[in-house]
Nanobody, 126 residues
Framework: EERLVESGGDTVQAGGSLTLSCAAS????????IAWFRQAPGKERQGVSC????????YSIDAIKGRFTVFRNDATDTAYLRIDDLNTEDTADYYC???????????????????WGQGTQVTVSS
């Protein structure tokens, strides 16, 4: 069975850091791009960062560049999203998704994402 399981969400103070994990199983992780999305309360889901298959290229939206780092460990079938200098606008449920191949820059969010995790909650207090 194909699965993605996120973890690492927490309640943190503004200015802090978190690293979210996305553990994959049941499919050839190396061949899949991983994207991170978030959905804040009352808002639409937003794509934030993407990393291509086989440790390839990354893409992040301008609004979070410099604070979000996406990386992966193909040896452990796990992808990560590190968030630095958290602010209250980062409060959201964070989801990872897997799709074969590569990120597509700003078109990454509209491509097909085959597998989705259940999400992990990040709350930032001021």
């Amino acid at each position: 069975e194909e699965r993605l399981v996120e973890s690492g969400g927490d309640t943190v103070q503004a200015g802090g850091s978190l690293t979210l994990s996305c553990a994959a199983s049941g499919f050839p992780f190396d061949d899949y791009a991983i994207a991170w999305f978030r959905q804040a309360p009352g808002k639409e889901r937003q794509g934030v960062s993407c990393i291509s298959s086989n440790g390839g290229s990354t893409y992040s939206i301008d609004a979070i560049k410099g604070r979000f780092t996406v990386f992966r460990n193909d040896a452990t079938d796990t992808a990560y999203l590190r968030i630095d200098d958290l602010n209250t606008e980062d409060t959201a449920d964070y989801y990872c998704a897997a799709g074969w191949g590569y990120c597509l820059g700003r078109d990454s969010w509209s491509r097909e994402w085959t597998y989705w995790g259940q999400g992990t909650q990040v709350t930032v207090s001021s």
